[in-house]
């Protein structure tokens, strides 16, 4: 059964359509547009303020870097420096003591390289690259001669390769042994007139 409706109700009805269409067609696409907008404005806010804060932080880095230089230049007393008139002859003397130290310990010095040096502070960070041999014990007498002995010294990087040799003995056959052969980086400060920083 048709309804007829009077030309008032028909464009009332086709207002209404024309509405529900609008309503929609903005529901499926323009509304989706402004939610995201809204959350991508709350985003960068977000992360705008996060990178307020790290830039602050970030600039704090300099003064911090200045500071911990100076207090570990105070801290480090005269005997715990290495000692030298230039980067050269510290790096020798460096070179020396090493080779001193594992001596005492009953290892066998290979070699020793000197690496560039760098600054910290009113520091000069002296360093170098050394290869001995010995066994387990000398390594342990080693560590402890570096740790505990003045200048101050400093392992940075170590490296420990291991080999089994037998040994003979007048009264038992033959005795496994283990040596080491161990690579070391090692490092001490003088005091520099340089200030880098």
Known sequence: MAIRLSKTGQRTAALLILLGIIGVVFSATVLPVLLTSANYRESIDDLDFRMQKYRKIASMKEPLKRQVGRLQSQHMAREDLLSGESTA??????????????????????????????????????????????????????????????????????????RSTRRRNRRTKTKPTETLTVTMEVAGFRRSGVHVW
């Open 89 to 162: 002859i510290t790096g020798a003397n460096l070179q020396e003591l090493f080779k001193q130290r594992v001596r005492q310990s009953g290892g066998r010095l290979q070699s020793t390289q000197i690496l560039p040096e760098s600054y910290q502070g009113s520091l000069e960070r002296i360093a170098i690259k050394a290869h001995f041999t010995g066994s387990i014990e000398v390594l342990q007498k080693t560590l402890y001669n570096i740790e505990h002995k003045k200048p101050l010294l400093f392992v940075d990087d170590i490296e420990i390769r291991s």
